[in-house]
């Protein structure tokens, strides 16, 4: 199965606006560290729902802004989320951007990265259309010190990469980005049930979920295009 | 499509500015149409309001 | 009074360790962000305690870091809580650093910039003493939005600057620092009473005491030396 | 002051290297001494092994 017919059928089946509810737990608290000032040009790199685009849009009056999606459902169904004339959403692929050198701002990017196969080209290619200073906030819940989440690649046909913090910063530096910030932001909204209710149906024990989500939770690295 | 995303858009192979030809339009933006590289000449589809800029080898035909 | 009698009296007071605990409530969370690697040089403008370098140190393995603060008491007092051969404090004053150009890899400080009296001259400093991809990691409990605070001015005859987070913004893409984060970090364990034990000695109300902490807390400004 | 800080510092008003004399070290590091800019020829004072790397103007003196 294909990355776009797997995020297709997630699309489909109502899946883009469940991420867009979970994630929105963590994903808040780093959008709310960007340092985006009004009219700035946003892109969402597997923007699925469209959310961030729509967030940063009322917290800041950011300026025309790109989602881009490999997955048409995904972008067909962000389209139809908003009707505002500054945010467009487009399909295209991660390796290979249809956007123009230095004309992003600042780039967000939450729980997509991991689905490049190969993330120092994307990264390449993210310094490459940033402006000179503009930043790139990478947001991913799937990473080595998370181990309850490794599971995750036995329910999905792509391949994902498990980097672990140090893999992150490496290869950002690697693709010529300084690394500005690294941190976990725990999700400290999703209710776990008192420890004699486990196992649950998605979880075998208390700890493991605590593990997940208020341990690590996600994972964000912060590069600047020099 | 916003007609003003043209000046950030541009060919995801070789980088080129894209030209449009809209075939459909409402007040606000191109419905259906193309953008055609101005280097390589690679056209890439406007459908329902969204352009498809995959390279042409990650295009999926639209189901019939 | 000058800075380094008004500092040195807090000093011999205790308020040097105080503060440190005080401070640590969202210090650590901003240190935590910090993309730092083992042997990295960390500069601390006005390090008080010298806390930040000891737990940089136990975190991150940092190399050679110094402390720098204006007044000799803070200074004596954080050379004698850790015998650390790669902590260095000496006394120097923001504006005229003792530093040689690029020789640091990171910034911190701590409710302290605020006491310079010509804050772009010391950006630039920090700016000439980091390497290129160094960060300076500023964080401050006194701002323009966090109104609980204001009135700290009436209590100190140092003239502390209270910009909103737009001006730290401005001022470091002034001095050439690109900025790469802004945040308020709240401070989640102070202990703030019930209603009923209002007034206190130090709070009118609850409320001004939940907008001083759990709402406003610490401002990070994060600049990047490009 | 541990010796090797000595390659981080300078004059704090013209930026210059900076030359040690030691008139007291234990096993560890230098407790007495000056620190003289090789430019300028400015003398910053060590005691009890802190360096004062203040101004000259603003280095208040220390009470008898
Ligand atoms: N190589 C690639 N190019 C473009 N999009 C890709 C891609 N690999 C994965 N994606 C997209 O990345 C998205 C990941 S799901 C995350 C969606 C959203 N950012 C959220 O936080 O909820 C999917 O919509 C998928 O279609
Ligand atoms: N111009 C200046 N030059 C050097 N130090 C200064 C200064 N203005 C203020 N300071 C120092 O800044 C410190 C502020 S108090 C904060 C201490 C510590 N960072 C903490 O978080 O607890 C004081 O120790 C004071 O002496």
């Known amino acids: 199965m294909s990355v776009q017919e797997e995020f297709d059928s997630w699309a489909e089946s109502g899946k883009d606006r469940g991420m867009e509810q979970r994630h929105w737990h963590t994903a808040k608290h780093a959008l709310a560290r960007m340092p985006v000032e009004p009219g700035d040009r946003i892109l969402d790199l597997g923007t699925g729902s469209g959310y961030a685009l729509r967030a940063l849009r009322e917290t800041h009056d950011t300026g025309l802004s790109i989602g881009l999606d490999g997955s048409p459902e995904m972008v067909h169904n962000a389209r139809a989320y908003t009707d505002d004339p500054l945010i467009g959403f487009l399909q295209g692929d991660f390796h290979h951007l249809p956007i123009a050198s230095n004309s992003i701002d600042h780039v967000w990017s939450m729980e997509a990265f991991y689905y490049a196969q190969e993330p120092i080209a994307v990264l390449e290619e993210l310094r490459r259309v940033l402006r000179s200073g503009g930043t790139f906030y990478c947001a991913v819940n799937y990473f080595e010190e998370s181990t309850q989440t490794h599971e995750w690649q036995d329910r999905i046909s792509i391949e994902m990469l498990r980097w672990d913090r140090s893999q992150y910063r490496e290869a950002f530096e690697d693709a010529g980005l300084i690394v500005a910030e690294q941190d976990t932001i725990p999700d400290e909204e999703v209710d776990i049930p008192p420890a004699e209710e486990f196992p649950t149906e998605e979880w075998d024990s208390r700890e493991a979920m605590v593990d997940r989500y208020r341990r690590w939770g996600t994972l964000l690295t912060v590069g600047v295009a020099p | ?64």
């Not at chain 2, 101005?38 to 080898?57: F, K, Q, R, S, V």
């Open chain 2, 1 to 64: 499509m916003q007609e003003d995303l043209l000046d950030i858009l541009c060919c995801p192979l070789d980088k080129h500015d894209l030209e449009l030809e809209a075939t459909e339009r409402d007040e606000e933006e191109i419905l259906t149409g193309t953008l055609t590289c101005t280097e390589c000449g690679e056209a890439y589809p406007i459908e329902d309001g969204i352009p498809n800029l995959l390279p042409p080898d990650m295009r999926e035909e639209s189901p019939a």
